[in-house]
């Protein structure tokens, strides 16, 4: 994921990895809830993967948390013998012992996580001023995340704060984001920014779950069935959607209950052959070939490349290569049909007038209308008219109706 204002961040992070090379380090990544604590320690374990061991626990907001929840989900990484010591309930002293071998012993530069430090196990605060006494016998980093709005005055983390040593503890804060990002973030979701850093705050979490949420709440609400359909399957797919809508259309609402063969039907049905491999897309292996097969014919070599390295990544063999792009129908993939209704779309023409120009009915426009916006990746007609222009796609000569000339 692309994160947004944070390189700075990320450098000293780099920095402070440098530096523990000459005697461990801790950092403190605080902010408040959604700001983009866990997205920064993503990003930079993405930035190190190949050369940096990540040991990562977090801690979990239960009324009673588990003793050593972090250092739990470390050792199932570790294996060895902190896990073992911890499965067998050996003293703490002997657990956090073998957990500082385990550091100073390994020949790799190590990173040790304890995300959201503010619901802590009174053993995982125990944990981490043990280590921050002995970190520069290591070449570790620790990276502490915490939310440092929940820390009342009398919040025992406070004291563990309290008593790091200098010179080992650097501090990072995440601001919000700038009006800039903000609106960065709302056109990447084809949406207006316009009152958005406002309404947020600059929280990365809130801006995103207002371009997501929005969208669809607004869909479901005035009961547009492909909308609906379309936003939910994208929410469905981040792993984001509480409930499949009642109103969502069937071919959509067939897909999000698990049955691929049917919705792929309901699309071949409806003339669609898009979505048809869409939904064919989520199937076995010989369903995904016939995916590809249909996406080469229409020309979406997007989606078809995305397809073929998941085919690859689970190892399918022979996997048809694409037609070379030359012979592909249009840049966009889009069907005849669809690029007929665009015409239309991008002269200004609304969903009644182009179903009355083309003989259809104005649910199936609507159909069409979403299906290439999304094939665009654009959210809105007038992003839709601005990249038929840019793609070329013919508008309609003079005299036709809609030319506003
Ligand atoms: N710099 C950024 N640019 C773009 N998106 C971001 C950025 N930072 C965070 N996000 C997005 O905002 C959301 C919240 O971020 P994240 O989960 O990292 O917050 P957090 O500070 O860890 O919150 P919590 O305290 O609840 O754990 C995520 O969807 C993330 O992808
Ligand atoms: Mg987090």
């Known amino acids: 994921m692309d994160l947004l204002e944070r390189s700075s961040a990320l450098d000293e992070l780099g920095g402070l990895l440098a530096a523990a090379a000459a005697g461990g380090r801790v950092v403190l990544v605080a902010g408040e809830a959604g700001i983009g604590k866990s997205a920064l320690v993503r990003g ?20 009673t948390p588990r003793a050593l929840g ?23 002293e002997a657990v956090f012992a073998a957990f500082l071998d385990e550091l100073v012993q390994s020949p790799r530069r190590q990173v040790v996580v304890v995300e959201d430090a503010h619901w802590a196990d009174e053993a995982t605060l125990d944990l981490l001023v043990f280590l921050e006494r002995r970190l520069e016998r290591t070449r570790a980093l620790l990276i502490v995340t915490y939310r440092d709005d929940e820390l009342g005055a009398d919040h025992p983390l406070r004291g563990v704060l309290g008593v790091l040593p200098h010179g080992v503890v650097h501090r990072v804060r995440l601001r919000p984001l700038s009006g800039a990002a903000v609106a960065q973030l709302a056109q990447r979701a084809g949406r207006a920014a316009a009152g958005l850093r406002a309404l947020t705050g600059g929280n990365p979490l809130l801006v995103t779950e207002v371009l997501a949420a929005g969208a669809f709440e607004l869909a479901v609400r005035a009961g547009h069935p492909w909308f ?25 609402r067939l897909l ?14 409806l003339g669609c052959p898009y ?11 010989e369903a995904c070939l016939q995916a590809l097969r249909l996406l080469d014919g229409l020309g979406a070599t997007q989606t078809a490349q995305r397809l073929r390295r998941q085919l690859r990544a689970r190892g399918s063999l022979s996997i048809p290569r694409g037609p070379i792009r030359a012979t592909a129908a249009n840049p966009a993939g889009l069907t005849g049909r669809q690029l007929e209704v665009l015409r239309l779309l991008a002269a200004g023409q609304s969903n009644a007038e182009i179903a009355a120009r083309l003989s259809l009915s104005v649910k199936t426009v609507d159909h069409h209308v979403s299906a290439l916006l ?10 839709a008219a601005a990249a038929a222009r840019r793609l070329g796609i013919a508008l309609p000569r003079n005299g036709e109706p809609g030319d506003p000339s």
């Open 44 to 63: 930079f374990a993405e930035r190190h993967a190949a050369d940096v061991r990540f040991l990562a626990g977090g801690c979990d907001p239960l009324l």
């Open 70 to 92: 972090p250092l739990h989900y470390i050792a199932r990484q570790t294996g060895g013998r902190l896990a073992e010591l911890l499965a067998s309930g050996e003293p703490r």
């Open 228 to 252: 609906a359909g379309e936003l939910a399957s994208w929410l469905w797919r981040a792993g984001a959607l509480p409930e499949v809508p009642a109103v969502a259309a069937e071919p959509y």
């Open 256 to 269: 999000l209950a698990g049955d691929w063969q049917a919705a792929a039907s309901a699309w071949q049905a």
């Open 275 to 285: 979505e048809q491999a869409q939904a064919l897309a989520h199937g076995d292996t």
């Open 374 to 383: 999304a094939k665009l990746a654009v959210g809105s007609r007038r992003q």
